[in-house]
T-cell receptor, first 115, second 111 residues
Framework: DAGITQSPRYKITETGRQVTLMCHQT?????MFWYRQDLGHGLRLIYY???????DKGEVPDGYVVSRSKTENFPLTLESATRSQTSVYFC??????????????FGPGTRLTVL | KQEVTQIPAALSVPEGENLVLNCSFT??????LQWFRQDPGKGLTSLLLIQSSQREQTSGRLNASLDKSSGRSTLYIAASQPGDSATYLC??????????FGAGTRLTVKP
Protein backbone atom coordinates (compact mmCIF):
# COMPACT_ATOMS: atom_id res chain seq x y z
CA ASP A 1 0.00 0.00 0.00
CA ALA A 2 1.17 3.52 -0.72
CA GLY A 3 2.05 5.75 2.18
CA ILE A 4 4.34 5.68 5.15
CA THR A 5 4.71 2.65 7.40
CA GLN A 6 6.55 1.99 10.64
CA SER A 7 7.68 -1.22 12.25
CA PRO A 8 7.39 -2.58 14.78
CA ARG A 9 4.23 -0.90 16.06
CA TYR A 10 5.01 -1.93 19.63
CA LYS A 11 8.34 -2.80 21.22
CA ILE A 12 9.43 -3.63 24.75
CA THR A 13 13.15 -3.74 25.46
CA GLU A 14 15.56 -3.52 28.34
CA THR A 15 17.95 -0.81 29.38
CA GLY A 16 21.24 -1.00 27.49
CA ARG A 17 19.95 -2.95 24.50
CA GLN A 18 20.17 -1.69 20.94
CA VAL A 19 16.84 -1.10 19.21
CA THR A 20 16.11 -0.13 15.61
CA LEU A 21 12.82 1.39 14.52
CA MET A 22 12.02 1.18 10.83
CA CYS A 23 10.30 3.70 8.58
CA HIS A 24 9.38 3.17 4.94
CA GLN A 25 7.63 5.54 2.52
CA THR A 26 6.41 4.86 -1.00
CA UNK A 27 6.02 8.45 -2.23
CA UNK A 28 9.71 9.03 -3.05
CA UNK A 29 9.62 12.09 -0.80
CA UNK A 30 12.99 13.77 -0.38
CA UNK A 31 12.61 14.66 3.29
CA MET A 32 12.07 12.27 6.16
CA PHE A 33 11.80 13.01 9.86
CA TRP A 34 11.78 11.24 13.22
CA TYR A 35 9.82 12.67 16.14
CA ARG A 36 9.09 11.50 19.65
CA GLN A 37 5.87 12.30 21.47
CA ASP A 38 5.81 12.51 25.26
CA LEU A 39 3.24 13.78 27.72
CA GLY A 40 4.23 17.26 28.79
CA HIS A 41 6.61 17.78 25.85
CA GLY A 42 4.47 17.26 22.79
CA LEU A 43 6.20 16.23 19.59
CA ARG A 44 9.92 16.92 19.27
CA LEU A 45 12.17 16.43 16.27
CA ILE A 46 14.98 13.90 16.75
CA TYR A 47 16.63 13.75 13.31
CA TYR A 48 15.74 14.56 9.76
CA UNK A 49 17.08 13.73 6.32
CA UNK A 50 16.95 15.90 3.21
CA UNK A 51 17.91 13.08 0.83
CA UNK A 52 19.71 9.76 0.73
CA UNK A 53 22.98 9.97 2.69
CA UNK A 54 22.11 13.43 4.08
CA UNK A 55 21.00 13.59 7.70
CA ASP A 56 20.99 16.26 10.40
CA LYS A 57 20.14 16.65 14.06
CA GLY A 58 16.89 18.00 15.37
CA GLU A 59 15.94 19.24 18.82
CA VAL A 60 16.64 16.03 20.81
CA PRO A 61 19.22 13.85 18.99
CA ASP A 62 21.25 12.51 21.92
CA GLY A 63 21.21 8.73 22.21
CA TYR A 64 19.92 8.19 18.68
CA VAL A 65 21.54 7.31 15.35
CA VAL A 66 19.99 7.47 11.88
CA SER A 67 20.99 6.44 8.40
CA ARG A 68 19.46 6.82 4.98
CA SER A 69 21.06 4.65 2.31
CA LYS A 70 17.86 4.55 0.25
CA THR A 71 15.34 7.32 -0.33
CA GLU A 72 12.42 5.22 0.91
CA ASN A 73 13.89 4.04 4.22
CA PHE A 74 14.92 5.98 7.31
CA PRO A 75 15.75 3.72 10.28
CA LEU A 76 16.22 5.13 13.78
CA THR A 77 18.57 3.28 16.15
CA LEU A 78 18.80 3.60 19.90
CA GLU A 79 22.34 2.36 20.48
CA SER A 80 21.92 1.74 24.23
CA ALA A 81 18.32 2.24 25.27
CA THR A 82 17.50 4.15 28.46
CA ARG A 83 14.22 4.46 30.35
CA SER A 84 13.98 8.10 29.32
CA GLN A 85 13.64 6.92 25.73
CA THR A 86 10.31 5.29 26.50
CA SER A 87 8.02 7.17 24.13
CA VAL A 88 5.92 7.03 21.00
CA TYR A 89 8.04 7.53 17.91
CA PHE A 90 6.66 8.96 14.69
CA CYS A 91 8.21 9.02 11.28
CA UNK A 92 7.13 11.61 8.72
CA UNK A 93 7.97 12.59 5.16
CA UNK A 94 7.52 15.55 2.84
CA UNK A 95 8.42 16.59 -0.68
CA UNK A 96 9.82 19.88 0.67
CA UNK A 97 9.91 21.25 -2.83
CA UNK A 98 8.48 24.52 -1.69
CA UNK A 99 4.88 25.61 -1.52
CA UNK A 100 2.55 22.78 -0.62
CA UNK A 101 5.47 20.37 -0.87
CA UNK A 102 6.39 21.22 2.70
CA UNK A 103 3.34 19.38 4.04
CA UNK A 104 4.46 16.57 6.32
CA UNK A 105 2.74 13.18 6.36
CA PHE A 106 3.05 10.94 9.38
CA GLY A 107 3.28 7.22 9.95
CA PRO A 108 1.17 5.37 12.55
CA GLY A 109 3.88 5.45 15.22
CA THR A 110 5.90 2.95 17.26
CA ARG A 111 5.24 2.69 20.98
CA LEU A 112 8.56 1.86 22.66
CA THR A 113 8.88 0.85 26.29
CA VAL A 114 12.32 0.56 27.88
CA LEU A 115 12.32 -1.42 31.13
CA LYS B 1 13.60 29.16 18.02
CA GLN B 2 9.89 28.92 17.26
CA GLU B 3 7.63 28.23 20.23
CA VAL B 4 4.03 27.19 19.67
CA THR B 5 1.21 27.38 22.20
CA GLN B 6 -2.33 26.06 22.03
CA ILE B 7 -5.07 27.20 24.36
CA PRO B 8 -7.31 25.73 25.68
CA ALA B 9 -5.87 22.31 26.35
CA ALA B 10 -9.35 20.81 26.17
CA LEU B 11 -12.68 21.90 24.75
CA SER B 12 -16.14 20.32 24.89
CA VAL B 13 -18.98 21.48 22.65
CA PRO B 14 -22.43 20.20 21.66
CA GLU B 15 -22.91 18.74 18.22
CA GLY B 16 -23.66 21.29 15.50
CA GLU B 17 -21.77 24.13 17.10
CA ASN B 18 -19.20 26.12 15.15
CA LEU B 19 -15.91 26.38 16.99
CA VAL B 20 -12.46 27.93 16.82
CA LEU B 21 -9.19 26.41 17.97
CA ASN B 22 -6.31 28.76 18.70
CA CYS B 23 -2.59 28.51 18.04
CA SER B 24 0.05 31.11 18.92
CA PHE B 25 3.66 31.26 17.78
CA THR B 26 6.56 33.44 18.83
CA UNK B 27 8.53 34.05 15.63
CA UNK B 28 6.76 35.99 12.89
CA UNK B 29 9.34 34.75 10.35
CA UNK B 30 7.31 31.60 10.08
CA UNK B 31 7.73 29.56 6.90
CA UNK B 32 4.50 27.63 7.14
CA LEU B 33 1.95 26.44 9.68
CA GLN B 34 0.29 23.05 9.58
CA TRP B 35 -2.78 21.76 11.43
CA PHE B 36 -3.08 18.08 12.29
CA ARG B 37 -5.64 15.81 13.84
CA GLN B 38 -4.62 12.96 16.14
CA ASP B 39 -7.01 10.24 17.29
CA PRO B 40 -6.15 8.31 20.49
CA GLY B 41 -3.32 5.84 19.90
CA LYS B 42 -2.99 6.90 16.27
CA GLY B 43 -0.66 8.91 14.10
CA LEU B 44 -1.14 12.46 12.89
CA THR B 45 -3.40 13.27 9.98
CA SER B 46 -2.59 16.45 8.09
CA LEU B 47 -5.60 18.76 7.83
CA LEU B 48 -4.35 22.02 6.35
CA LEU B 49 -1.04 23.67 5.50
CA ILE B 50 -0.73 27.46 5.26
CA GLN B 51 2.33 28.96 3.61
CA SER B 52 3.71 32.24 4.95
CA SER B 53 2.43 34.08 1.86
CA GLN B 54 -1.14 32.86 2.46
CA ARG B 55 -3.78 34.15 4.87
CA GLU B 56 -6.05 31.10 4.96
CA GLN B 57 -6.78 27.64 3.65
CA THR B 58 -10.07 25.77 3.47
CA SER B 59 -10.97 22.11 3.26
CA GLY B 60 -14.60 21.12 3.61
CA ARG B 61 -15.87 22.26 7.03
CA LEU B 62 -12.39 23.37 8.08
CA ASN B 63 -10.85 26.79 7.62
CA ALA B 64 -7.42 27.76 8.91
CA SER B 65 -6.09 31.30 9.07
CA LEU B 66 -2.62 32.71 9.58
CA ASP B 67 -1.76 36.16 10.94
CA LYS B 68 2.01 36.50 11.13
CA SER B 69 1.96 40.01 12.59
CA SER B 70 0.01 38.89 15.65
CA GLY B 71 1.61 35.44 15.84
CA ARG B 72 -1.70 33.62 15.63
CA SER B 73 -3.41 30.91 13.66
CA THR B 74 -6.96 29.66 14.08
CA LEU B 75 -8.72 26.51 12.95
CA TYR B 76 -12.43 27.02 12.41
CA ILE B 77 -14.65 23.93 12.38
CA ALA B 78 -18.17 24.46 11.10
CA ALA B 79 -21.15 22.42 12.20
CA SER B 80 -19.15 20.15 14.49
CA GLN B 81 -19.89 16.41 14.60
CA PRO B 82 -19.06 13.71 17.16
CA GLY B 83 -16.59 12.31 14.61
CA ASP B 84 -14.59 15.52 14.93
CA SER B 85 -13.63 14.52 18.47
CA ALA B 86 -9.84 14.23 18.54
CA THR B 87 -6.75 16.16 19.55
CA TYR B 88 -5.84 18.98 17.19
CA LEU B 89 -2.21 19.99 16.88
CA CYS B 90 -0.69 22.98 15.17
CA UNK B 91 2.94 23.14 14.12
CA UNK B 92 5.01 26.06 12.88
CA UNK B 93 8.14 25.80 10.79
CA UNK B 94 10.79 28.44 10.24
CA UNK B 95 12.36 26.41 7.44
CA UNK B 96 11.84 23.09 5.71
CA UNK B 97 13.34 21.09 8.48
CA UNK B 98 12.47 22.45 11.88
CA UNK B 99 8.80 22.13 12.74
CA UNK B 100 7.73 22.96 16.30
CA PHE B 101 4.49 21.58 17.67
CA GLY B 102 1.99 22.89 20.16
CA ALA B 103 0.75 20.59 22.92
CA GLY B 104 -2.65 20.28 21.26
CA THR B 105 -6.30 20.95 22.05
CA ARG B 106 -8.39 17.90 22.93
CA LEU B 107 -11.82 18.42 21.36
CA THR B 108 -14.93 16.54 22.44
CA VAL B 109 -18.13 16.99 20.45
CA LYS B 110 -21.12 15.69 22.39
CA PRO B 111 -24.10 14.18 20.51
Amino acid sequence: DAGITQSPRYKITETGRQVTLMCHQTWSHSYMFWYRQDLGHGLRLIYYSAAADITDKGEVPDGYVVSRSKTENFPLTLESATRSQTSVYFCASSEAAGGSGNEQFFGPGTRLTVL
Amino acid sequence: KQEVTQIPAALSVPEGENLVLNCSFTDSAIYNLQWFRQDPGKGLTSLLLIQSSQREQTSGRLNASLDKSSGRSTLYIAASQPGDSATYLCAGANNNNDMRFGAGTRLTVKP
